[in-house]
């Protein structure tokens, strides 16, 4: 009945740095989303946001553990999980040769939407993005503004039912951060089950649904706002995630991060 | 709107929507990038016609100069007056031709400095016997002098090699003075009185029975290999440098990775994109080729006048397939294993080497395709399309030639197709292995350290002096064979009784290695034979080979020490030991056997062996997988090779062609399995038949 779009169990992934030696990047992580829903993870750089968000989106494999989106598992059936789903990061860029309407052709086509209906998806999303005017322009000759647009139409072009949006405003303007926003809300409102990962408190105290504090590649606790709200007795979210990744100095903690 | 996307695709390079949606972009791509275009499309076009003008250029430039080049000469010495005479009797006779009017008299007092100074072409110094004794002793190049004529005046040319009017006018001064002192002696001989019957001497005469096509040919077809793998190479890599390395540079990668489409489809699409190029950049050349010179367009000048054929055309542009396929692939793999675009120029100058030196083949003298050249890819293309446009072809060489370097072509796929799953080369970390080191690690880079031995046994055999068979043995077997395993063992921390897979086997064994050793010689001898029916192996090489292999100065006792025990231990502690161990899980036992037997094979550098001994290791590679061990394959290597050279020694004919020896000797290798089958004992950590994945690790909903 009621089966989550994505689910993680015991989702772990072990790096080998040639400084650190053996990195658990992201160790142990059980994770849900449901439809409708935005699961905010939220954790400092390093902390193992985007390798799980990778390890979903199969472009790397787990360690061990295992994790399924629309029922199937990352590992057995790579390619229908990604069918699934959206990705959209700040490294997610387009190719700059072809104009908006190629763009959005050539990924409808990858993600094996069907073939017949491919234009009129296309012509659907040129109009409800509103980049008509530009959509036979090259995308090296657009505007930052303009490629962010036709990249969530490509995130978005095969219809998948889950989304995953890895720190999507860390580049962006104000402007466009507050676009993107409405937008993944809007998502939000047609039934998608979204994963967004962030290190700004704001932005998941406000769009976020529920929320995931990440820290050393461990999920420390999963909530909506008031129940994170409700057993720490704190109420800004980023006293909550201090106290969480118990981060006494976060000035030292950013350090040894970046280390 | 609901789809669910379809099953996962099988590993198979298919024409999918996916496949040829990455083929149009990255098509589009190339054709909207107007330098790309330039470097890919248009410099091919041009290059060729315009080598040919070049070519033909210089070469009426050549003629041109020559016709009126005159060569200045002066004459010194003590016998000047007659060389002087001697010197305008040539210019009488050769009066009528107004080309060879060409010696012009200077007058200089230091011939010498003239010469060095290029105020003089050449100048002949007369010397009395005395002098040449003089400057015979002072020479200090130690020049073969002719001393058949002592006592008689010499006459020295000297000219300057490095200046070609030099070179040439003092190669035609002795022509002439030959000629010319002929003639003299013969009326000399006629006027003394000496008889001369026409059937006493023999006039020698020189034709050249090589058709001018062949000539020509012989000439084009060296360079035509090399000329277009450098354009395939300049013009596909742009393509394929923008194409993996680019993505990840500017961020489209991840992109890509995460649509529905597989990596296969992915690498497929880059691949056929990359192909289209070169498959264009060689269609223009061979077109060029028939344009050019087949329809006579431009005539070529002596350089590179070859009737070029439709047909002709046609051939050359399927011989060249596969080098297409494997050059497209190579820069692919180039691009994807680089990090970053930058990494990827960084690596491409050592890429091109490395795929140019090949073509270099057909320049080596007289090389035939049928050597071991057949079994390198490129190189073999390049010899084949040399003898292809001389015009003699050895049809099953060039066709095994056109295979391996096809398949040649389907590995290198296969390895950017892992390259996309390799999410190392995607995310820029270190691998488990890589990191850890030892066992997992040698399992990964086992095929690259054959290949370094291969190129290391390559040089050693072919630099070492073959004074005594001996120390030849004992180094390019002995020792290469012995350090490998053991500095294998050592780096990669592996236990030795597990890598050489030294344990006992169970005793029936023996008695099944007994009787299968000499079986298996005859059986391979039979298949020697039958080889040698597919493709004819000269029987003076055959011939060559075992006289080097078995001098009659060495007794019998110590050719069996070093060509059967030490081949015995060290050849299988290499194959049957760390290469077996190397690739245990990345075959089935069946697979192990033929691709451990062929890699063996491939250890024989003679063409004609390689067959037999691939057979010989691929019995040697089942017999270690029954029994776990690797003294039963020492025993049968040392027995197979112990009897050969015993029965080599002593003359001993066996097998010959009758079909009673092979049928009996393959009955005998069955019985002998079947007994080392009945006492066997598998070799461990084997890969299991099916993938091990637990069923009950599924989905729990």
Known sequence: MNKPPVRTQGLTKVFYDDNRGEVRAVDQVDLTCQKGEILGLLGANGAGKTTTLRMLSTVLQPTAGRAWVM???????????????????????????????????????????????????????????????????????????????????????????????????VALDVLNAIELRQFISQLRGEGKAIL???????????????????????????????ELRETTGLHYLEEIFVRYAQVDDPVQAARENLR | MKWTPPRESVPTLRLTPAVRAIFGLEIRSLLRDVRTVLISVVLPVLLLPALFLASSWMEDQRVEREEARTYRFAVTGADSAFAASLMDQIAAESGEEATDRRFLPVRTDDARAALERALLDLYVETLTPQEWEAVEAADTLNLEMPDQYAGARVFLIRFHSSRTASREGADRLREHLAEVRTARRDSMLVAAGFPVDPEMVAVVEARNVATDQAVQGARLGRFLTLILMGLMLLGASAVATDTLAGEKERGTLTTLLTTAASRTEIITGKLLAIVAVALAIALIQILNLWVYLGLGIIDAGAGFAVTVTPTLALSLFVLFLPVVALTSGVLLLTSAHARSYKEAQLVLPAVILGMSLPTLAPFLPDLSLRSAIMLVPIANVAVGVRDLLIGQVHGPSLLVAWLVTGAAATWVTARCIRALHDEELITGDT?????????????????????????????????????????????????VFLAFPLIVIWHFRLDPKKALALRMPRPGVWLGVLLGAPAGLVAANFAFQLMDFVLPVPTELVENFGQVLMPETIPVWQLVLFLALVPGIVEELTFR?????????????????????????????????????????????????????????????????????????????????????????????????????????????????????DLDDRDPD
């Open chain 1, 71 to 169: 029922g199937h598992e990352v590992r057995d059936e790579p390619e229908r999980v990604r069918g699934s789903l959206g990705f959209y990061s700040a490294s997610t860029a387009l190719y700059p040769k072809i104009t908006p309407r190629e763009t959005l052709r050539f990924f409808a086509r990858m993600n094996r939407y069907p073939s017949d209906q491919v234009d009129d998806r296309v012509e659907e999303l040129v109009r409800r993005f509103r980049i008509q005017d530009y959509a036979d322009t090259r995308v090296e000759k657009l505007s930052s503004g303009m490629k962010q647009k036709v990249s969530i139409a490509r995130t978005v072009v095969h219809d998948p039912p889950v989304l995953i949006f890895d720190e999507p405003t």
């Open chain 2, 431 to 479: 691998s488990r292995e890589e990191f850890l080191g030892g066992p997992d690690l040698f399992r990964k880079r086992v095929i690259r350290w054959f290949i370094v031995l291969w190129a290391v046994k390559v040089l050693v055999d072919f630099n070492l002096p073959v004074d005594d068979l001996r120390v030849a043995v004992l180094v390019s077997v002995g020792i």
């Open chain 2, 577 to 693: 030991g760390v290469l077996l161990h190397g690739l245990r899980r990345r075959f089935g036992p069946v697979g192990l056997a033929l691709v451990v037997g062929i890699i063996f094979g491939f250890f024989h550098f003679q063409i004609f062996r390689i067959p037999a001994t691939a057979l010989l290791g691929v019995i040697l590679t089942a017999v270690t997988l029954l029994s776990g061990s690797i003294f039963p394959a020492i025993l049968w290597h040392t027995l197979n090779n112990g009897l050969a050279v015993y029965l080599g020694a002593r003359g001993v004919e066996f097998g010959g062609e009758s079909w009673w020896w092979a049928v009996g000797s393959v009955l005998l290798l069955a019985l002998a399995f079947w007994i080392i089958w009945r006492s066997r004992t598998p070799y461990p950590d084997l890969r299991s038949p099916q993938p091990d994945r």
């Open chain 1, 196 to 226: 967004f990962s962030t290190h700004i408190m704001s932005e998941a105290e406000q769009l976020c649904d529920r929320i995931a504090i990440i820290h050393h590649g461990e999920i420390l606790a999963t909530g909506t706002l008031d």
